[in-house]
DNA sequence: AAACGTCTCAACCGCGCGGAT
DNA sequence: CATCCGCGCGGTTGAGACGTT
């Protein structure tokens, strides 16, 4: 049996919203408020929409002091960083980003940011899995193929995104020691993480060879840290209600490479209904060796697959100058206050993102 | 200029959660 | 304790805008 519609599907008017329905909403709710009731509100003022219609015209168009477009470096940065370390969470991220609806990030974030990280890596990625003989043989056995649908965008992205980073930090990181992982990984998650090390090793050898200073880069890297904060007192799971840490950084830190940060804290400024404290520290060494050492990552057997597996940085790389990745306006602030003890969180986050796609079903 | 493809974003949908009864 | 119901969320859709051939 399925769920009662919440409104009377027949007389409710869809589709975009006229100039007369907006203001009839809008003068009502600045006159009356929501009155708690959504559902209810159609009726009173007349119109012939749903309550959960009336809801989203309000809280993404209507209400006062929304931004449309026009993102900033800085909330480019806080949505990759939280999205890295909380998914696809959009309301949380929303709340750290005045006047920016959920909605509004989630379209962002699917039509450009995603496809300027992920978008062109993961079809070569993919096409590789499809055509390499081990691959196409589990295919047809079925398993992974269905082992893969059932792996979600969100958690195969975030996966992708923080072994990118973290390949580049500690080469002999989590993903890199067998002896760290789960006991149990499914075939597909086994495979994924094969490949990202097959290719890691062989770009590093490739690269090496190529680029004398690309170790120095990666040892510069092993200085780095990562760390995304999240203190978010409504949330009632315990993945969240306690702080969901991101540190691919080093367990040790050095003097020589002082990290550049920014604590983004501000009381929820949008719903009222969420109070979330961040903070986010990268450093700018970090950042500019990610993207000009970025070929050294993910560098693919097949050449075609190399340059459309960096397309996507490229294009980052072309537009760095307006969009200045890991900002280096994260700044000063910081960390102190904020910091923690890095072995631990990387312990932590790592544990949490496992955690994480062990929640989502995957068996771990 | 037209056809076609791609992108963007407002809006819809269904589900889970939690408060009310 | 069970059920109902509204809210809020994330995923998805589709129309229009825009770009390319």
New binding site residues.
């Given amino acids: 049996m399925?769920?009662?519609?919440?409104c009377d599907?027949a007389n409710v008017?869809?589709?975009?919203?006229s100039p007369e329905e907006d203001a009839k909403l809008k003068a009502y709710i600045e006159k009356h408020g929501?009155g708690?009731?959504?559902?209810?509100?159609p009726q009173k003022i007349g119109l012939k929409?749903?309550?959960?219609?009336c809801?989203?015209?309000w809280?993404?168009?209507l209400r006062p002091n929304i931004k449309?477009?026009g993102f900033t470096e800085e909330e480019d940065n806080i949505i990759c960083s939280l999205y890295i370390s909380i998914?696809?969470?959009?309301?949380?991220?929303?709340a750290q980003l005045p006047g920016r609806t959920?909605?509004?990030i989630?379209?962002?974030w699917?039509?450009?940011l995603k496809?300027k990280l992920l978008g062109r890596r993961k079809q070569a990625q993919m096409n590789r899995i499809s055509t390499t003989g081990q691959d196409k043989k589990d295919v047809a056995n079925g398993a992974d193929e269905n082992a893969l649908q059932n792996l979600?965008?969100?958690a195969l992205e975030r996966l992708q995104l923080h072994m990118q980073l973290q390949s580049l930090r500690k080469p002999f990181s989590f993903y890199n020691n067998p002896a760290l992982w789960p006991n149990k990984l499914n075939p597909l998650q086994e495979k994924i993480i094969q490949q990202t090390l097959q290719n890691l090793n062989q770009s590093q050898n490739k690269t090496s060879l190529m680029q004398p200073g690309l170790g120095q880069n990666l040892e510069l890297l092993k200085h780095s840290a990562i760390s995304v904060r999240l203190q978010d007192q409504d949330l009632?799971n315990s993945d969240s209600s306690n702080i969901i840490a991101l540190n691919p950084g080093n367990t040790h830190s050095d003097s020589t490479v002082a990290p550049k940060s920014n604590v983004i804290q501000q009381p929820d400024s949008i719903?009222g209904?969420?109070h979330h404290s961040i903070s986010t520290t990268f450093t700018q060494d970090e950042i500019d060796n990610f993207l000009n050492s970025k070929a050294s990552s993910f560098l693919s057997s097949d050449d075609n697959n190399q340059m459309a597996e960096f397309d996507c940085l490229k294009e980052m790389d072309g537009s760095r100058d307006s969009l200045i990745w890991w900002s280096n306006e994260m700044d000063a602030n910081s960390a102190s206050s904020n910091s923690w003890d890095s072995a631990s969180l990387l312990q932590q986050s790592e544990g949490l993102m496992y955690q994480e796609y062990a929640q989502l079903g995957y068996n771990m």
Avoid: E
């Avoid at 998914?87 to 929303?94: K, Y």
């Fill in positions: 399925g769920r009662a519609p919440c599907k008017k869809k589709g975009p919203w929501t708690g009731n959504w559902i209810a509100l929409r749903c309550g959960k219609s809801r989203l015209r809280l993404n168009y449309h477009g998914g696809s969470r959009w309301s949380i991220i929303a959920d909605n509004d989630k379209n962002y699917n039509t450009r496809k979600s965008n969100s009632k719903s209904c969420h």
